[in-house]
């Protein structure tokens, strides 16, 4: 399977995606926690249907140390008995972003109350930016049919540099 257009080769493409990869690094040095950042990105990622960021964030997840249980699990967190009340907040809230054309009130207060129980903040803002990242990120390669699988961990960090 191969993309539609591939993005990497494009200048203008390029030109985004530097910029894009800027603001990817400031979230990943901000204090929201990393595990809570690649669960809220893996569960955003499955609800849009993004093989390719999926396969992106479970393995940097992996890499960083997350568990299998834990990852095999992001898609049913409700259920799970794995995850922190404070990850709860955050996987509410990711959802609840992610699925805005679903309700008519966007993130409910309830769910932004829970969240802001466990973020302060740096923290809180990190985790609303990361969500609007993450699915803009999800929507670029969904519509130019980037494939999953061949991802490797850290292999846009290498890029950057």
Same mark, same amino acid.
């Given at each position: 399977m191969d993309a539609r257009?591939?993005?990497?080769?494009? =200048?203008?493409?390029?030109k985004f995606t530097?910029?894009? =990869?800027?603001? @990817?690094?400031?979230?990943?040095?901000?204090?929201?926690p990393k595990a809570t950042q690649e669960?809220? @990105?893996l569960r955003a990622s499955q609800i849009n249907g993004c093989g390719f960021c999926a396969d992106m964030h /479970?393995?940097?997840?992996t890499a960083a140390g997350e568990t299998s249980v834990r990852l095999h699990l992001v898609a049913a967190w409700r259920e799970a008995t794995v995850f922190t009340e404070a990850e709860r907040a955050a996987l509410a809230l990711a959802?609840?972003? /992610?699925?805005? =054309?679903? /309700?008519?009130?966007?993130?409910?207060?309830? /769910?932004?109350?829970?969240?802001r129980?466990?973020?302060?903040?740096?923290?809180?803002?990190?985790?609303?930016?990361?969500v609007a990242l993450?699915?803009?990120?999800?929507?670029?390669?969904?519509?130019?049919?980037?494939p999953a699988?061949?991802?490797e961990a850290g292999m846009f960090a290498r890029m950057k540099g």
């Open positions: 257009i591939n993005l990497f080769d494009n =200048a203008v493409a390029a530097k910029r894009f =990869a800027g603001m @990817s690094m400031l979230l990943e040095e901000s204090p929201l669960l809220v @990105s /479970t393995k940097e997840a959802e609840e972003g /992610t699925r805005l =054309a679903d /309700t008519h009130h966007g993130v409910s207060d309830e /769910t932004w109350a829970r969240a129980e466990h973020y302060d903040d740096d923290q809180i803002a990190a985790l609303v930016l990361l993450i699915n803009a990120a999800n929507r670029i390669n969904v519509i130019v049919r980037n699988g061949s991802y």
